[in-house]
């Protein structure tokens, strides 16, 4: 079985930062994707960021500049560094990877997602 579990997110105040961490665990062969999603309440879960094997990463237009994400395969983490945070980057910030694991004696890829961690940027 696989988890994902986020932490670091916390209360802020405009242009601080935070930095935060989703580490997988579990009966872990290999990980592929992964990306933070966040949803602030009334909107719908956006994509901020994302990050491949071979560390090609995407970010959000809004993020641009300001957010840098990243991941140490060693440690089955991905990290997510926010820097100059705005009130708007308030969410439920959640991560997601294609993990692979195997599955009597078959290698399966699935979708994992986080239980989320709340970031709350004041002005």
């Known amino acids: 079985q696989v988890q994902l579990v986020e932490s670091g997110g916390g209360l802020v105040q405009a242009g601080g930062s935070l930095r935060l961490s989703c580490a997988a665990s579990?009966?872990?062969?290999?990980?592929?994707?992964m990306a933070w999603y966040r949803q602030a309440p009334g909107k719908q879960r956006e994509l901020v960021a994302s990050?491949?094997?071979?560390?090609?990463?995407n970010y959000a237009d809004s993020v641009k500049g300001r957010f840098t994400i990243s991941r140490d395969d060693a440690k089955n983490t991905m990290y997510l560094q926010m820097n100059n945070l705005k009130p708007e980057d308030t969410a439920v910030y959640y991560c997601n990877a294609v993990i692979a694991t195997m599955r009597s004696m078959k290698l399966t890829w699935n979708d994992y997602w986080g239980q989320g961690t709340q970031v709350t940027v004041s002005s």
């Open positions: 990050i491949t094997r071979v560390r090609n990463t």
């Open positions: 579990g009966s872990i062969v290999a990980i592929n994707f």
